[in-house]
Nanobody, 128 residues
């Protein structure tokens, strides 16, 4: 079956960096957009970043623009999120997700309901 596994989370001091990885198994997602979302306690799930099927187009939430970089490696069926200049406000569980339809058919990159497959999440905690 389809499985997405996030890794790379942890505890980091404000201003530091982390690199999250998402490895997919079960089938290839090379034709699908992928994204990262995050959720803090008591908060709704928030869009962080998305990347189109080829990696040629990227999209970011306003709160992370200029600090985070999303990338993918279709040969490895994987996706990454480089997180720099981390702030305490970035503390959340970060989830990897894959769109429910191939990128040529899909709509919004920003809405979690557009994504079908989700990982279990990895905790990112930024201390001050």
């Amino acid at each position: 079956q389809v499985q997405l596994v996030e890794s790379g989370g942890g505890l980091v001091q404000a201003g530091g960096s982390l690199r999250l990885s998402c490895l997919a198994s079960g089938r290839s997602f090379s034709g699908y957009a992928m994204g990262w979302f995050r959720q803090a306690p008591g908060q709704e799930r928030e869009f962080v970043a998305a990347i189109n099927w080829s990696g040629g187009s990227t999209y970011y939430g306003d709160s992370v623009k200029g600090r985070f970089t999303i990338s993918r490696d279709n040969a490895k069926n994987s996706m990454y999120l480089q997180m720099n200049s981390l702030k305490p406000e970035d503390t959340a569980v970060y989830y990897c997700a894959v769109k429910g339809l191939p990128d040529m058919y899909s709509g919004s990159y920003y809405l979690p309901q557009e994504y079908e497959h989700w990982g279990q999440g990895t905790q990112v905690t930024v201390s001050s």
